[in-house]
């Protein structure tokens, strides 16, 4: 196991918001207040629309993916990111012995969180769990929605 670093501090406040908050708000309108009562500027993660775009059943929950690619700054996984996140996974899989559909599952929370950590973002979610793990790996801003 790494040893846990900072989480680097930038002076923009930005947020990067996981699936999750998404897929409820979408669905729901559940974070509608929170959304608007934040004061950090939204990005987006290459890795959330992936997903976003992956889980669309109907025309316009693509469509939602295609405004929010065209309105939110997207922030991308760099090459790093990616291998660190394969070390991460594999370390999280063996302390807790997850079967392979979790660990691919895991596999692109943990590139949303090194994605957020390197651009000094929170990440906002609702996936407490899974986050709350990474972090013991990583450190980053999170920001916990029920």
Known sequence: ???AQKAPSHSANIAILDTTIYVHNFR???????LLQLNLVVRAS?????????????????????TLSRNLRIITPTERDW???????RSISIQKSW??????????????ALTARRAGAALITNNVEDFRAIRNFIPFRLIEWN
């Open 28 to 34: 729901s309108g559940k974070y509608e207040s929170q």
């Open 46 to 66: 290459a890795v959330v629309l992936a997903e976003l775009s992956r889980g669309a059943r109907t025309e316009e929950e693509l469509n939602f993916v295609h």
């Open 99 to 112: 079967e392979t559909h979790k660990i691919r599952e895991m596999h692109s929370d943990v590139l949303i």
């Open 83 to 89: 291998l660190k996140s394969g070390e991460i996974v």
């Open 1 to 3: 196991m790494e040893k």
